[in-house]
């Protein structure tokens, strides 16, 4: 009797044991989420990761252009006269970031978690003198770039 009171405790670890292992190996398969950035416009957010982002190492300028140049981001409604509010997590204020949209930058460079620009100003072309109907909004550090599509709403 006591032979399989044992055996019932010696499964019950082995069980236990096997799950702890399990647990390690998942948790140490996962990749470390990076910072996020927020966008938001009157009450919608869009919260995104970053389309690259290292923080051990300054991005150079051939990744940097690539990062920019990924299109498949999330995208938000604005109106005319909206303002834009731009937020970012404590890492990548410390670090410092500024906003580029339309391949111009839109704001100085800061080391807020917070900044809000007239959504207006981030749609007009320079170069052709018109209001574009999208720009990608993009938050660029030195470790890092975090993009959302903007779409002009006429409604």
């Known amino acids: 009797m006591t032979d399989a009171f044992f055996q019932g405790k010696r499964r019950r ?49 051939a990744a940097l252009q690539k990062c920019l140049a990924d299109k498949s981001v999330k995208s938000i409604k604005v109106k005319q006269g ?6 970012v997590e404590p890492k990548i204020a410390d670090e410092s970031w500024f906003v580029v949209a339309g391949n111009q930058p839109r704001s100085n460079q800061t080391k807020q978690t917070y900044t809000s620009l007239n959504g207006d100003q981030l749609f007009y072309n320079q170069q052709m003198g018109t209001l574009d109907k999208s720009t990608v909004l993009s938050v660029v550090s030195k470790n890092g770039v975090w993009s959302v599509k903007l779409e002009l709403d006429k409604d």
């Open 13 to 61: 670890a082995a069980a236990a044991v096997g799950a702890v292992a399990f647990g390690l190996v998942a948790l140490s398969a996962c990749d470390k989420p990076t910072p996020l950035a927020t966008v938001t416009v009157g009450t919608t957010t869009v919260t995104t990761e970053a389309a690259c982002f290292d923080e051990s190492k300054t991005l150079d300028e």
């Open 82 to 87: 909206d303002k834009i509010r731009v937020g």
